[in-house]
């Protein structure tokens, strides 16, 4: 499986990005998929994950802001971010569970500029 994000970039606080993460490969093997970010200095955090029959879940700090759509004829996911802030700044990351293991997107940078 591979993945390739794309959508990042510098916004305003308050305004909107949309991530897109395209799965390629054995996708047919994915179970869920989902968004994590890494800020300097912290640790990976998941933002928002969806499973394979629909159910999401989001991370406290986006919930309501964040919401995190699939369109799976095209092997799709994306993170709609809305009223972003400051503390949305990271590189952000797709990731693909399969039952044999984790594959991760290379990462694209979101800055959020007060």
């Known amino acids: 499986v591979q993945l390739q994000e794309s959508g990042g970039g510098l916004v305003q606080a308050g305004g909107s990005l949309r991530l897109s993460c395209v799965a390629s490969?054995?996708?047919?093997?994915?179970?869920?998929n989902g968004w994590y970010r890494q800020a300097p200095g912290k640790q990976r955090e998941l933002v928002a994950r969806i499973l394979n029959r629909g159910s999401t879940a989001y991370a406290n700090s986006v919930k309501g802001r964040f919401t995190i759509p699939r369109n799976n004829a095209k092997n799709t996911i994306c993170l709609q971010m809305n009223s972003l802030k400051p503390e949305d700044t990271a590189v952000y990351y797709c990731n693909a569970i399969t039952i044999v293991r984790d594959y991760w997107g290379q990462g694209t940078q979101v800055t959020v500029s007060s």
């Open positions: 490969g054995s996708t047919f093997s994915i179970t869920d």
